[in-house]
């Protein structure tokens, strides 16, 4: 019985970290920026090509990471979503959330490239 509970302690999920948070926020503020952009009202690095295609993979980690449910962490991206209605946008966070976004990206497309074919030794 006591091993049983260990078990289940062992797979509970665990709460967001204060980088999943910070993670959560940067997809907001890629989302904001691309939706800016779509409207025309935003220029810089265009985000909308890239910002659903990384917003997935940050839920995914998040997922992984935590052991939360998926629906939790959409949740959770929803919530920090509205809470960032009507505030002040800061460049430079901006900034450094694409920057982010562009590295997982390429590391992304990276790990899904196909492996070279073997070399057949004479």
């Known amino acids: ?13 665990s709460a967001l970290s204060e980088v999943h948070q910070r993670d959560i926020a940067c997809v907001v503020e890629i989302a904001v920026q691309a939706d800016a952009q779509k409207r025309g009202i935003a220029a810089g690095t265009d985000v909308q ?18 052991g939360q449910p998926r629906e939790v962490v959409a949740l959770a991206m929803q919530e ?25 990206l390429a590391v992304a497309s990276a790990a899904d490239q196909p ?7 004479k």
Do not use: N, Y
């Open 1 to 13: 019985m006591l091993i049983f509970a260990l078990l289940l302690a062992a797979a509970a999920p």
């Open 49 to 66: 090509a890239h910002g659903k295609r990384w917003a997935g993979i940050v839920g995914d980690r998040i997922v992984f990471e935590t």
């Open 80 to 104: 920090a979503a509205q809470a960032s209605v009507g505030k002040t946008r800061d460049g430079a966070v901006l900034d450094a959330c694409t920057r982010q976004m562009l590295r997982e």
């Open 115 to 121: 492996l070279p074919k073997p070399v057949q030794s």
